[in-house]
C-alpha cells in the first residue's frame, strides 16, 4: 500500500499495508512478498520459519536432499546437494486422528512419521505390491491405512490404529477364534450330524467285539467313540466302503442299540468377529492335550456354517478336505482348553483377470450367473467385463458363488471374464473419507468407488475378515462417460467430486449427481473451507470459490510473480492453515523450463457481494530453492499441523525436484538467515518526462529493534527491466528501531523498492517491518 503525507521538508511517500498481500500489479500496491509472515500482527512483516528437509529413512540411511538450485551455506548444514535416490514424486497424505502423517509416493512407496511434530519418516516396508501398484490413493480409515493402487486395494495395520502399522502388517488377518473347553466335546446326534441311518444287523450280545453296519460306511476311515444305548463308549474302527466294525473290550452287557453317535465340538466362547462358514479352514490348539485324531498345526475344514456364540452353543463337523465328509475320526475328548482359529487365507480388494462364469444354455438376457468356486473378497459390487470388451456391473456375495446382475446382459461370450474394484484406464485413485457418512470413496475413472461398513454384521471393521464391510466400484457414477473424476471433498452435507471440467455433486442417495460446468478449465485439485469450495483449474494461475452450482474467479496469481509473460502455473498441495488457504504453486516458460515455486498463503472470507480474497502473500520455498531442476513435477502435498503443534507455526510441505526425486519439508524455530526474505514494493510514479524528481533519504522502520547478527539490505531501480542497486545504510549497528540511506536517485520518473532481511542464527527480532519512509525534495 503507497500513501503519501506532507512535512515540514516536503513530502514523504509511506509504504507499509503488508497484511494486504501481493496485488494483481506492480502497479497496484506491494508488488512480491517472500518467505515473510504477515498474519501474526497486520501492519507488520515478520521473517519466516526456514523450510528445512525431513529425514528419510531407509536401511538406515538419512537423505536430506537440498537441490540443485540451493545454495550450500552454513546453516543448511547436513544437506544433500546430490539427488537421493529414496523417496520419489509425492502422491497423497493420510493423518491419523493422534496426528501421524503418512505420505505415499509414485512408486508406491509409504512413508511413516517417526512420532508426531518429527522431522522423521521411516519407509514403510515389505509393502511388496505398494511398490508396483500403491501408487494412486491413501487414506487412513478405521485405525487402517488403506493403500489404492493399479488394481489393488490393500491394508496395513491391526485395528490398534497407528502402532499396529508397521511392516509386518500389510494385508494382516486378525483371525476369529472360538475356544471349546474340554468338557464341551460331547456325544450326541446334534443336526446335521444325525447318523441314525447307520445301524447295526442284529442286537450286539454282552462281551461282543465286533459289529455288521447295515450299510457301508460312507464317512471318513478312521477310529470313532461310539455310546452304545447300554452306556458302554468304545474307540470303534470304521473303514469307508465297509460294514466291519471293530473295537477293543468286550461290552458290559448285550442289547446296544442300532443308533452310533459320536464326538462333535460344542463352543464355550468365542473372540473376535467368529463367524465359521462351511468350507472354512481351521486349526485347532489345547492348553492341555488335542482330542486323539486332531494334530496340532494341520488344517482341517468346517462342514457347515457355525456362528459360536457364549449363550447359544453351536456343533461343528470337520472334514480333512474342502467338501469332504462330516464326519472326522476323535476318539477322546482331549483335555485342557482348546481353541479353534479360523485361517482363511485374507485377499486384498483386487482386480481379477480370470473368472469363470456358468451360464447355462443360454446367456442372452441373463440377470444372473453362477461361479465355479466361492468368491473370496468382500460382497459389493463390481464390475464385469466380458472378453470382448462389455462392460456391467455385478453384486458378489462372500463365500457364495451367486452372482446377481445390475440389470440384464445382452450378450454373454464364452471365455475368462474379468473382475474389477478399480478402473483399469485410470492412475489417479485419490481418496477422501467423507464427514458426512464415514465410508471411504476414491476417484475411480468416470465414477466413484466406495468401501464401507456392512451394516448387516454390526461388527468392528477388520480387512482380514471380509464380511465386515461392502465395496462398491460405482457408488455413483458421473454423467459423462469420458469424464475422469480427479478429486473430492464434502460440501453442505454433500460430496462434490470434480472431474476434468465439470464439478458434480451427489446427496449419498440419488442415482446420478447434479453436474455444473461451473469453471471453463481444467480442474486440478478441490478443497472445502468453512463450506465453500475453493477450486484450482488451468495453468493461468487461477483459483476459483463455488457453492456446488455456481463459481466466481477469486484470485489469480500474478503472471509477473515469474519474471516472465504468460507463464504456465501448475498447482501442487493445499491445505487450511492458521485460518487461510494455502497452496503449492509452480510457473514454468511455455517450452516447459521451471522458473519459480513456491508456498502461498491467500486470506479468505465471505463477504456481502460473495466470497472476498486479499493477503495474498509467498509463504515459503521449499528447501531446494525458488526453483525446481528441469523434470520436478508440480504434484505436492501441504501438511496442516496446527491441530498437533509443539507451539511453532508447523506445517508440512513434500515436494517433487525431479523426474523422480522427492522430499519433505518442516520447520521448526529457525529463521531464514540468507536474505531470502524479501519484498518488492510497487513501481511508484514520482515525476515525469517533463518533472523528473530526485529523491532524499530513505527509512526502514521496525517495531522492535534489531540484535546482533540481524541484517537488512535495501535496493531500488528506476524501471522493471533494470537492475537492483543497493541503497547503503547510515548505521550498521544493532539496536537500531529504524535506519536509513541516501537513495542517490536524481531526475527520475519511476522507483521500486526492495528490502532484504538475513536473522541472527540466535534470538533474532525477526525484524518485524512497519514501513518504508521516502523522503521527497521539493
Known sequence: MIRTEKTNEGMDIIIDGWEKGIQASPYQGIANIRNLNTSYYPGVAYVNYRRQACSLADTGQVFWFAGTHSVNVSNNQGWMFTASDVMTNPVQHATSPLGLNYILDDSGQIWKQSAVNSSTFNLLGNGAGRYVYG??????????????????????????GDAGIVSTNWNKNTYSTAVVSAGALQL????????????????VAGGATSATLSENWAEASG????RFSNTDERVCTLTNGLTSCTWSGGLTAGGAGAVISMYQFKFSSSTGFAIFNAGDPVQFTSTGSLPTGITAGTTYYLTANVTPTT????????????????????????????????????????????INFSWGSYAGNSTSATLSTPWLMSSGQYQIVDPTGNSFYGTFAHDSTAVSFIGFTVLQPTGNYSVNILNTTTANYRAHVSKSDGNLYFCNGNVIGRIYYNPATNAIFNPGIPVTYLVKYAAIASTQQTDTIVDMDDLNGQLVFAGIYDLYVWDFLSVQPTTTRVVSEKIVRVMNILNNLYVFAGTKGNIYVSNGYSAQLLQKIPDYLAGVFDPIWSYGGSMFHRSKLWFQATAQTSSGTNIFAGIFSL???????????SGLVMENQNSYGLIPVSGAKSNGILIDNEAWSTGIDSYYSAWS???????IDYNDNTLWQNYEPFIETDIIPIGNYLVKKTLGSIEVKLDRPLV???????????????????????????????????????????????????????????????????????
Open 311 to 354: 449363550s447359544i452353543l453351536g456343533s461343528i463337523g470337520l472334514s480333512a478336505t474342502n467338501g469332504g465328509l462330516r464326519f472326522f475320526p476323535m476318539s477322546d475328548a482331549g483335555s485342557g482348553v482348546i481353541t479353534m482359529t479360523n485361517y482363511q487365507t485374507p485377499y486384498p480388494i483386487k482386480n481379477q483377470a480370470s
Open 657 to 663: 525436484n525431479g523426474a523422480s526425486i522427492g522430499g
Open 708 to 778: 546482533t547478527g540481524d541484517s537488512i539490505s535495501l535496493y531500488w531501480r528506476p524501471s522493471l527491466t533494470d537492475s537492483y542497486v543497493q541503497i547503503p545504510f547510515i548505521d550498521t549497528s544493532s539496536g537500531l528501531l529504524s535506519n536509513y540511506g541516501i537513495t542517490a536517485i536524481n531526475q527520475a520518473q519511476w522507483a521500486q523498492f526492495m528490502v532484504k532481511f538475513a536473522c541472527s542464527s540466535t534470538n533474532s527480532s525477526r525484524m518485524p517491518l512497519r514501513e518504508i519512509r521516502i523522503h521527497v525534495n521539493s
Open 603 to 613: 486470506l479468505v472470507s465471505p463477504g456481502l457481494l460473495g466470497e472476498q480474497a
Open 135 to 160: 501408487n494412486g490413493g491413501l487414506a487412513y480409515w478405521n485405525n487402517y491405512l488403506v493403500v489404492i493402487g493399479a488394481g489393488y486395494i490393500e491394508f496395513c495395520g491391526d485395528g490398534t
Open 188 to 203: 450326541g446326534l446334534t443336526s446335521p450330524f444325525d447318523v441314525s441311518t447307520y445301524s447295526f444287523t442284529g442286537a
Open 223 to 226: 477310529n470313532f467313540t461310539i
